[in-house]
Antibody, heavy 118, light 107 residues
Framework: QVQLQESGPALVKPSGTLSLTCAVS?????????WTWVRQPPGKGLEWLGE???????NYIPSLKSRLAISVDKSKNQFSLNLRSVTAADTAVYFC????????????WGQGTLVTVS | DIQMTQSPSSLSASIGDRVTITCRAS??????LNWYRQKPGKAPNLLIY???SLQSGVPSRFSASGSGTDFTLTISNLQAEDFATYYC?????????FGQGTKVEIK
């Protein structure tokens, strides 16, 4: 069973770059799945950020497209998120997840990591 | 972007109750609708995919229906572990938007 684990700094300064990595185990990142990031500000709902295929093809939420980059590292079986020019509004729990099948279900999730911009 | 609107935003219920949550899409999404349950402090968990298909391992007290723009999730015989927040999400196109969530609380 595939497992995902987020890692990265818990605290980022305003105007800095938020960088997170999602390590994939129990499966290959080169499989025919999208790999995605979702965030959740404290006490609020879920927000889909973007996704990447093993080929490097990406889709992003339009509101963050100018600041966001998601990439894949097949040699390390992981994918990453970089969000530039962060503000306090980017404070959230960030989840990585696998998107499976033609129904595009988010069937495996990381535990989430809280990133505070301050 | 496709907007997903859930109702109610919250509800109170007792163990053993039957509850229904609705989700409306701002445009036709066929049956490209998934439902997730999120317990406090945890990642969401897939319950239903393709509007009405029960994910493997999910109890049969969960059911769902709908197509086009209107969808429902029903929980029969509510259990303690079902007190959580539920989200619908459209998988029709990107951005893959979520509803704002429905919190099911203990009465």
């Amino acid at each position: 069973q595939v497992q995902l684990q987020e890692s990265g700094p818990a605290l980022v300064k305003p105007s800095g770059t938020l960088s997170l990595t999602c390590a994939v185990s129990g499966g290959s990142i080169s499989s025919s799945n999208w790999w995605t990031w979702v965030r959740q500000p404290p006490g609020k709902g879920l927000e889909w950020l973007g996704e990447v295929l093993h080929s490097g093809t990406t889709n992003y939420i339009p509101s963050l497209k100018s600041r966001l980059a998601i990439s894949v590292d097949k040699s390390k079986n992981q994918f990453s998120l970089n969000l530039r020019s962060v503000t306090a509004a980017d404070t959230a729990v960030y989840f990585c997840a696998r998107v499976t099948g033609d129904r595009l279900v988010f069937d495996s999730w990381g535990q989430g990591t809280l990133v505070t911009v301050s | 972007d496709i907007q997903m609107t859930q109702s109610p935003s919250s509800l109170s219920a007792s163990i053993g109750d039957r509850v229904t949550i609705t989700c409306r899409a701002s445009q036709n999404i066929a049956n490209s609708l998934n439902w997730y349950r999120q317990k406090p402090g945890k990642a969401p968990n897939l319950l239903i995919y393709a509007a009405s298909s029960l994910q493997s391992g999910v109890p049969s007290r969960f059911s769902a229906s709908g197509s086009g723009t209107d969808f429902t999730l029903t929980i029969s015989n509510l259990q303690a572990e079902d007190f959580a927040t539920y989200y619908c999400q459209q998988a029709y196109n990107t951005p893959r938007t979520f509803g704002q969530g429905t919190k099911v609380e203990i009465k």
